[in-house]
């Protein structure tokens, strides 16, 4: 249960814009993220990523039904067809 990490888009400075794709099967708890910076506007309709700076942890969030109501997807859900853009050290 890994992050697909795409080709560097841009650098500036240190950081390195990235386009990430989630996989198959979310893990328990999300994502083992070490060096994501920050996640850069604009997100996925339906679906909010959120990023743990402290544990390192990158989870996500889908719409609940109720208006602006948020719960963490499911262990074990499909998110290959979500991507976003992050900085990252790498």
């Given at each position: ?15 390195t ?9 979310y ?12 996640i ?51």
């Open positions: 249960m890994s992050l697909q990490i795409g080709d560097e888009i841009r650098r500036v400075s240190q950081a814009v990235r386009q990430f794709t989630l996989d198959s099967a893990p328990s708890g999300g994502y083992d993220v070490s060096d994501l910076i920050f850069l506007p604009g997100g996925v309709p339906g679906y909010q990523i959120a990023h743990d700076v402290v544990a390192r942890r990158l989870c996500v969030y889908e719409s609940a039904g109720n208006a602006g109501k948020f719960g963490e997807v499911p262990d074990g859900t499909d998110l290959s067809a979500l991507t976003f853009f992050a900085l990252t050290n790498a």
